[in-house]
């Protein structure tokens, strides 16, 4: 079991850019969650998806996208980035309605 | 409410306890969990407990949990150099989203 993958593990932007982040969740898991993390920070979550469908949302703006494709993956997008965007990124995955949630090894975000 | 604190830092000597404490909001939480995060690395689930449990053991690690007082620790017995990270403490709430506290990180000398 590869557990939860993302990709890429680093990525650097120019401000005013889009990004697009990916990320594969655990063998049989229906249920992805993406978190910022700032340095220093604990992760904030922005949303989650179930069903191909955003169940719920973070505080974060609508600049922040994402998508969840009928294989489970799911897609992170951040337009018009700006230097706080800054961050890295994790994804989470977990079986509906179960305890555990997983997380994936992240991808480092640098807009300059 | 969803505000989740911790102490910011603990060093420890090799071989003794490290106990981490936690605090949160939300009377509603259903689970309650510590994640380990090492340097450059993602989060790894170390163990949760269910609101309505007082005590958890997994092998060295213990948690306990005050729902009064909202007060949740992890205590690692005969801890190692290995378990220097960063601990997370991470509540439920009833609509799935895990709210993190910013982290305590231990430090492990010889």
């Known amino acids: 079991d590869a557990g939860v993958t993302q990709s890429p593990t680093h990525l650097i932007k120019t401000r005013g850019q889009q990004v697009t982040l990916r990320c594969s969740p655990k063998?049989?898991?229906?249920?992805v969650s993406w978190y910022q993390q700032a340095l220093g920070q604990g992760p904030q979550f922005i949303f989650q998806?179930?069903?191909?469908?955003?169940?719920q949302r973070g505080n974060f703006p609508d600049r922040f996208s994402g998508h969840q494709f009928p294989n489970y993956s799911s897609e992170l997008n951040v337009n018009a980035l700006l230097l706080g965007d800054s961050a890295l990124y994790l994804c989470?995955?977990?079986?509906?309605?179960?305890?555990?949630?997983?997380f994936g090894q992240g991808t480092r975000l640098t807009v300059v | 409410g969803e505000d989740v604190e911790q102490s910011l830092f603990l060093s420890v000597r090799e071989g003794d306890s490290s106990v981490i404490n936690c605090t949160y909001t939300?009377?509603?939480?259903?689970?309650l969990y510590w994640y380990k995060q090492e340097p450059g690395a993602g989060l790894q689930l170390l163990t949760y407990?269910?609101?309505?449990?007082d005590m958890k053991q997994d092998q060295r690690l213990t948690v306990l949990l005050n729902k009064k007082d909202k007060h949740l620790s992890l205590r690692i017995a005969d801890t190692q150099t290995g378990d220097s990270a960063i601990y997370f403490c991470?509540?439920?709430?009833?609509?799935?989203?895990?709210?993190f506290g910013a982290g305590t990180t231990v430090t492990v000398r010889a």
């Open positions: 989470a995955s977990s079986l509906e309605r179960r305890t555990e949630a997983f």
């Open positions: 063998s049989g898991h229906d249920t």
């Open positions: 998806y179930y069903e191909e469908e955003e169940r």
């Open positions: 939300d009377s509603s939480s259903t689970y």
């Open positions: 407990i269910f609101s309505n449990m």
């Open positions: 991470a509540e439920r709430e009833k609509n799935y989203k895990l709210s």
